[in-house]
């Protein structure tokens, strides 16, 4: 998933302070925000604009309500207002981009992304916003195009797996959902992998099981409703149903949040566990149609989440790997299920990992063994600062996948810090130049102290190297 954070985030935020290029603070902001009713945000914003039409945050704020409302032609009218007023004003640009997408005016959409982009360079996500509206514009034009690979040839491999996610994120909002049949299908059938290991097919549910835009459960809502009348339309369709109940998933999910149980209000538990209950609802009403990896992935993440006892849970997961061995993330969520913090006991979560580290019945044992290390290193931190326990199979693994499907920032920040651990210069070395220390909660806590370390070896090395004769 994976969603787009820091995007969000940073709309969300916008909602109060968007565009505050002279950093002087909206007086009424905190007045404006309300997410779950954007017909009273017009209000608010109209309210406002009545005492000043020239504040372009309270425009910017009237925009995104008619979007959510799904007015686009008044929104666009609305962020140009802002943008008129506040030239630089990135935010707007990306709405109105989004706005003009919505109304099929692709070519103005291009030209209000690039306006973005040329305004923050540095942004990724106005790019990927770009790229992947002129790959799905292309994909619309041409009935047989879905078939091909078609992932972005600019920028790494994290890069183009965005730009490819995005293209289904637009064909769902356009409500294009034959397109994503069609690649779907032959997603499913091909098997084809992208970098880190992963199935075309799981890119492109990225790309429909959660809001391309959000900050609200407005949106949330929204997205549910259209996956809905998709399924509807394509009652038989496996793709449609296992995305509503992965979005339901997500859905619970965005309610319980991601700190700890105490943190969680009870009304947030309760949401929590419905939404979970839709999911699981919807997955086995769809059981028919169990013919997609996918399925059993998600029903996994509903059993970790719901915690099914050790005896239900292994009856899923072996059923899943049954059904399909190379959908790799069957084998780190059942190390998650092994946690200690969630249903694991003492010393299992190690055995299972070790088990695949030296099972001789299969030539991807090495690929599973690093994938699965660097899932559990990204959940639990101490785990991610120690050596590992099989470190030339965890390296033979890294290049294995390189040479299969290829790699992602995450995979190469995992490498450099094991290579680290186990006073592998020469490997940290080669790494060193693509770690961007980034990819995962363990990357950007230890990176910098990986450098150090490093550098440290790299002195001791030639100083070694200066004494021989």
């Given at each position: 998933?994976?969603?787009?954070?820091?995007?969000?985030?940073?709309?969300?935020?916008?909602?109060?302070?968007?565009?505050?290029?002279?950093?002087?603070?909206?007086?009424?902001?905190?007045?404006?925000?309300?997410?779950?009713?954007?017909?009273?945000?017009?209000?608010?914003?109209?309210?406002?604009?009545?005492?000043?039409?020239?504040?372009?945050?309270?425009?910017?704020?009237?925009?995104?309500?008619?979007?959510?409302?799904?007015?686009?032609?008044?929104?666009?009218?609305?962020?140009?207002?802002?943008?008129?007023?506040?030239?630089?004003?990135?935010?707007?640009?990306?709405?109105?981009?989004?706005?003009?997408?919505?109304?099929?005016?692709?070519?103005?959409?291009?030209?209000?992304?690039?306006?973005?982009?040329?305004?923050?360079?540095?942004?990724?996500?106005?790019?990927?916003?770009?790229?992947?509206?002129?790959?799905?514009?292309?994909?619309?034009?041409?009935?047989?195009?879905?078939?091909?690979?078609?992932?972005?040839?600019?920028?790494?491999?994290?890069?183009?797996?965005?730009?490819?996610?995005?293209?289904?994120?637009?064909?769902?909002?356009?409500?294009?959902?034959?397109?994503?049949?069609?690649?779907?299908?032959?997603?499913?059938?091909?098997?084809?992998?992208?970098?880190?290991?992963?199935?075309?097919?799981?890119?492109?549910?990225?790309?429909?099981?959660?809001?391309?835009?959000?900050?609200?459960?407005?949106?949330?809502?929204?997205?549910?409703?259209?996956?809905?009348?998709?399924?509807?339309?394509?009652?038989?369709?496996?793709?449609?149903?296992?995305?509503?109940?992965?979005?339901?998933?997500?859905?619970?999910?965005?309610?319980?949040?991601?700190?700890?149980?105490?943190?969680?209000?009870?009304?947030?538990?309760?949401?929590?566990?419905?939404?979970?209950?839709?999911?699981?609802?919807?997955?086995?009403?769809?059981?028919?149609?169990?013919?997609?990896?996918?399925?059993?992935?998600?029903?996994?993440?509903?059993?970790?989440?719901?915690?099914?006892?050790?005896?239900?849970?292994?009856?899923?997961?072996?059923?899943?790997?049954?059904?399909?061995?190379?959908?790799?993330?069957?084998?780190?969520?059942?190390?998650?299920?092994?946690?200690?913090?969630?249903?694991?006991?003492?010393?299992?979560?190690?055995?299972?990992?070790?088990?695949?580290?030296?099972?001789?019945?299969?030539?991807?044992?090495?690929?599973?063994?690093?994938?699965?290390?660097?899932?559990?290193?990204?959940?639990?931190?101490?785990?991610?600062?120690?050596?590992?326990?099989?470190?030339?199979?965890?390296k033979q693994g890294y290049f294995d996948l390189r040479k299969l499907y290829g790699v992602s920032s995450r995979d190469t920040d995992w490498v450099f810090s094991k290579a680290v651990q186990a006073n592998d210069v020469d490997l940290a070395k080669e790494m060193l130049p693509n770690v961007k220390g980034t990819s995962s909660a363990v990357g950007?806590?230890?990176?910098?102290?990986?450098?150090?370390?490093?550098?440290?070896?790299?002195?001791?090395?030639?100083?070694?190297?200066?004494?021989?004769?």
């Amino acid at each position: 998933m994976h969603i787009n954070t820091r995007f969000l985030a940073i709309l969300a935020l916008s909602l109060l302070f968007s565009g505050c290029a002279s950093g002087i603070a909206f007086a009424d902001a905190a007045t404006l925000q309300d997410p779950d009713d954007p017909q009273a945000d017009i209000a608010k914003a109209e309210q406002v604009l009545k005492e000043d039409p020239n504040s372009y945050r309270a425009w910017y704020h009237r925009g995104y309500a008619l979007f959510k409302l799904g007015r686009f032609n008044e929104a666009s009218t609305a962020f140009k207002e802002s943008i008129r007023l506040n030239p630089k004003h990135e935010l707007a640009y990306v709405m109105l981009g989004h706005s003009y997408s919505r109304l099929d005016q692709f070519d103005d959409a291009r030209v209000a992304f690039d306006e973005a982009i040329k305004l923050n360079a540095k942004d990724l996500d106005y790019r990927r916003f770009r790229d992947s509206l002129s790959a799905y514009v292309k994909l619309r034009k041409d009935q047989n195009a879905a078939s091909q690979p078609v992932l972005a040839a600019e920028g790494d491999n994290d890069y183009a797996a965005s730009v490819y996610t995005g293209i289904f994120s637009e064909a769902l909002v356009h409500h294009d959902f034959d397109l994503i049949e069609r690649a779907a299908n032959e997603a499913r059938a091909s098997k084809e992998k992208v970098g880190g290991g992963r199935w075309k097919l799981q890119l492109i549910y990225d790309g429909v099981n959660h809001p391309y835009i959000s900050s609200s459960d407005y949106e949330w809502n929204q997205h549910i409703e259209l996956l809905q009348q998709w399924a509807r339309e394509k009652p038989n369709s496996a793709t449609a149903n296992v995305a509503l109940a992965d979005c339901y998933n997500g859905f619970g999910w965005r309610a319980r949040g991601t700190g700890f149980s105490n943190t969680v209000s009870g009304r947030n538990w309760q949401l929590y566990r419905e939404r979970l209950k839709l999911a699981q609802a919807v997955l086995l009403a769809a059981k028919s149609q169990r013919v997609c990896p996918k399925w059993y992935a998600v029903m996994q993440a509903i059993a970790i989440a719901q915690g099914w006892d050790n005896e239900s849970y292994e009856n899923l997961f072996n059923e899943s790997v049954q059904y399909e061995p190379t959908w790799y993330e069957y084998y780190k969520q059942k190390a998650m299920y092994l946690l200690p913090r969630w249903h694991g006991q003492p010393g299992e979560l190690d055995a299972y990992v070790n088990r695949l580290a030296v099972d001789q019945n299969r030539k991807d044992s090495p690929i599973l063994y690093f994938l699965v290390t660097e899932a559990v290193g990204s959940l639990d931190v101490e785990v991610g600062q120690k050596p590992a326990a099989h470190y030339e199979v965890l390296k033979q693994g890294y290049f294995d996948l390189r040479k299969l499907y290829g790699v992602s920032s995450r995979d190469t920040d995992w490498v450099f810090s094991k290579a680290v651990q186990a006073n592998d210069v020469d490997l940290a070395k080669e790494m060193l130049p693509n770690v961007k220390g980034t990819s995962s909660a363990v990357g950007s806590r230890v990176t910098k102290e990986m450098f150090d370390e490093l550098a440290k070896k790299y002195a001791e090395q030639q100083k070694q190297q200066q004494k021989a004769p």
